[in-house]
């Protein structure tokens, strides 16, 4: 049997980030990844400003983040009536200051490239399940190109949603916004008039029981990700994720595109369903929880890949620490970590989840950050994840968004 320090499971970006950051500190890391070489899946590209100030943070450089983001000067949001506002992040649209479009499939790729430099062993086409979790080790069993058990002190879950890990650790709870199903592909930016938006703006349409949103990406490509309630379910089971994506992209109110001229899409159509994992805690005494695996709620927000640079940094922190024998609180200082970071954003994300489920509330509010200006800029700023995000929860604040 391997003996190692440290198991990760999915080589996301979550994933590669824990690796690298403990190969870095010396520790012998070993990250399995299922898929042999990375290919299009249902995944988020849109990400707050905080989340190029977080991978400068894990010692990314200023040209490795240029060649995998394009920086984004803000986002409009456009109600299901046709009401706009416009979340302006008080960047430049200059990189170091402004929300971006990642390309992932150059961004996924680059960061377990820096796991190996930093000495990790990554081992792609190896699926890895659970054997045994001990309080003070974990074994994990591995299949495909490579094979045998590996014992590590600690075992990283990063294996997104419907994390297998949480599921062995007995964790994994119902998502609190029920299920929901994503569809997420390219379309050419020059070609498609749907898909052009302001340069450098990401736009998201609201529509009954979803929503679609557009972000440029590096390569003259726009992202579409598209989150679907139930109501959509029978559509989509009977016409299947393009011909009702192109649907509802024809119905879009830009320059007055219809369902006729939508380009086919650049890569296929990939899907995911639910959209939406939940955990009632993140961390054991040898395991713990890391990117959407600890837990995922709302890609209105745009919060998924912060969040997973974020947990990955802390994860390593709580992880180095208690390899070192520095921290006497075990891994249980990383869940805390997390509980303060994300906890207050959390709640911003279950109100705006609730205001998207009732449409004539949404609208209500959707009219009022039209009309006032320092209430939208808050808003843009707590969703950027530039100021707390208590500040939306603020009985102040809620009067002067709601207030007539």
């Not at 294996?159 to 994503?182: F, H, K, N, Y």
């Not at 939940?278 to 600890?294: C, H, I, K, Q």
Request: glycine share 12%; aromatic share 6%.
């Amino acid at each position: 049997m391997e003996v190692v320090d440290v198991a990760v499971v999915g080589g996301g970006p979550a994933g590669a980030l824990t690796a690298m950051l403990l190969a870095r500190e010396g520790r012998e890391v070993v990250l399995f990844e299922r898929a042999p070489r990375w290919r299009w899946r249902a995944c988020g590209v849109f990400a707050s400003p905080a989340s190029t100030t977080a991978l400068r943070e894990v010692g990314l450089s200023e040209d490795v983040i240029a060649a995998v983001a394009r920086p984004l000067v803000g986002m409009e949001v456009v109600s299901a009536r046709g009401t706009r506002f416009r979340l302006d992040y008080g960047g430049t649209g200059e990189l170091a200051d402004s929300a971006v479009g990642f390309d992932r499939g150059a961004l996924d790729p680059l960061l377990l490239d820096l796991a190996r430099e930093a000495g990790a062993s990554v081992r792609a086409g190896t699926t890895a399940s659970i054997a045994r979790l001990e309080p003070d080790h974990a074994i994990v069993r591995a299949e495909g190109a490579q094979l045998g058990d590996v014992r590590a002190r600690v075992l990283v879950g990063a294996d997104g949603l419907r994390s297998r890990i949480a599921l062995a650790a007995g964790v994994e709870r119902r998502p609190a916004l029920g299920t929901r199903a994503a569809l997420t592909f390219h379309l050419a930016e020059a070609e498609s008039e749907v898909a052009r938006p302001e340069p450098g703006l990401a736009r998201m349409h609201v529509l009954r029981d979803g929503y679609c949103g557009l972000a440029p990406v590096l390569g003259g490509r726009v992202n579409v990700g598209i989150v679907l309630g139930r109501s959509w379910f029978p559509r989509l089971r009977r016409d299947r994720g393009w011909a009702v994506a192109r649907q509802i992209l024809g119905a879009l109110p830009e320059r007055g595109a219809s369902a006729t001229d939508v380009d086919r899409p650049l890569d296929w159509v990939a899907g995911a369903m639910p959209v939406g994992h939940a955990v009632s805690r993140r961390a054991g005494d040898s395991w713990l929880l890391v990117g959407d695996a600890g837990g995922f709620l709302d890609p209105f927000t745009g919060e998924g890949l912060h969040r997973a640079i974020v947990s990955a940094q802390l994860a390593a922190e709580a992880v180095a620490g208690l390899l070192a024998g520095r921290s006497s609180a075990g891994l249980a200082g990383y869940e805390r970590a997390m509980r303060a970071r994300f906890g207050a954003k959390d709640a911003v994300s279950r109100l705006v989840q609730g205001f998207l489920g009732r449409p004539a509330l949404f609208e209500y509010a959707a009219r009022r950050l039209a009309a006032r200006s320092h209430v939208r800029e808050t808003m843009a700023l707590v969703i950027g994840d530039l100021a707390p995000a208590g500040r939306a929860l603020d009985p102040r604040y809620l009067a002067a968004l709601l207030g007539p």
